[in-house]
């Protein structure tokens, strides 16, 4: 698949101030979900054109989530700031480990019972990446499909950490 019917078919919403798009590729909560050969096919045009690929991955591994994380640089878990969070991040972070790539997890707080972010990631065994206090309108900002309104806010804060933490990881870069 080329990368550039790739986007020209994708929504792709304005991100902040900038003339570039965010383009975004969904599927339904079905359980079937998209074929594992679509993953690979959308990362590899990705890749091919240099684009950084974010795949939003459900909790329980599915054939197309397992074709994501084979394909992975950085996996990135995110844990909220409490107890039962952690532990099922726990979970979630054994099923990734049998994926052998790197996972690191982004805390959002804060925490009810004051735990800090660093004990978060490790009862959920991993490094912590960013912690991240929650983003003032958020919700109301993504359901009208705007970037968040804060260059500067938490969760721009986060994704730096983030995208500057999978530049860092090992490997072969197109």
């Given amino acids: ?8 078919a994708l929504p792709s919403p304005r991100v902040a101030r900038h003339d570039g798009g965010l383009g975004v590729l969904s599927c339904d909560r079905s ?31 599915t054939e197309a989530a397992a ?5 992975a640089d950085l996996v990135v878990l995110v844990v ?6 952690s532990a099922a991040g726990a979970r979630v972070a054994a099923l990734l480990a049998g994926h052998g790539r790197p996972v690191q997890a982004v805390v959002r707080g804060p925490a009810p019972s004051g735990v800090d972010a660093a004990e978060v990631a490790r009862a959920v065994g991993v490094p912590l990446l960013a912690a991240m206090r ?15 309104p804060r260059p500067g806010g938490p969760l721009a804060d ?11 990881t090992p490997g072969p870069r197109p």
């Fill in 1 to 8: 698949m080329p990368a550039t019917a790739l986007h020209a």
């Fill in 31 to 61: 359980s079937h979900g998209p074929a594992p050969a679509a993953v690979r096919a959308v990362v590899e045009a990705g890749r091919r054109a240099g684009d950084t690929v974010v795949c939003d991955l459900p909790r329980y591994p």
């Fill in 67 to 71: 074709a994501a994380l084979t394909a």
């Fill in 80 to 85: 909220t700031a409490d107890v039962r969070s």
């Fill in 134 to 148: 929650p983003e003032p309108g958020i919700a109301r900002t993504l359901e009208r499909g705007e970037a968040p």
């Fill in 158 to 168: 986060a994704a730096r950490s983030v995208l500057a933490a999978m530049r860092a």
